[in-house]
Nanobody, 117 residues
Framework: QVQLVESGGGLVQPGGSLRLSCAASGFTFSRYVMRWYRQAPGKERELVAR????????SYADSVKGRFTISEDNAKTTVYLQMNRLKPEDTAVYYC??????????WGQGTQVTVSS
């Protein structure tokens, strides 16, 4: 059974940091592209960051470049999103996504991140 379980969300003040984790199981983690998306109230889901399966290719949305870092641990089958210098506009539900060849596409339940003073 495929599972993606996000954790690490919460309430943080502007300028603070959070690290999200996504624990994966039920599929061959190392073969999948892993992505973090977010969705703020009233807005479309936005791709935040992705990490390639074998070549380590990494990319970020312009809005988070220089502040967020995606990484993965194949031994733990976990992908992380380190978020620094958080802004109120980063407030959203953050989702973990695993995709292989546009055929296999799995989603987690999401974790809420709220940036507010």
């Amino acid at each position: 059974q495929v599972q993606l379980v996000e954790s690490g969300g919460g309430l943080v003040q502007p300028g603070g940091s959070l690290r999200l984790s996504c624990a994966a199981s039920g599929f061959t983690f190392s073969r999948y592209v892993m992505r973090w998306y977010r969705q703020a109230p009233g807005k479309e889901r936005e791709l935040v960051a992705r990490i390639g399966p074998t070549d380590g290719y990494i990319s970020y949305a312009d809005s988070v470049k220089g502040r967020f870092t995606i990484s993965e641990d194949n031994a733990k089958t976990t992908v992380y999103l380190q978020m620094n210098r958080l802004k109120p506009e980063d407030t959203a539900v953050y989702y973990c996504n695993a995709v292989l060849a546009s055929v296999y596409d799995y989603w987690g339940q999401g974790t809420q991140v709220t940036v507010s003073s």
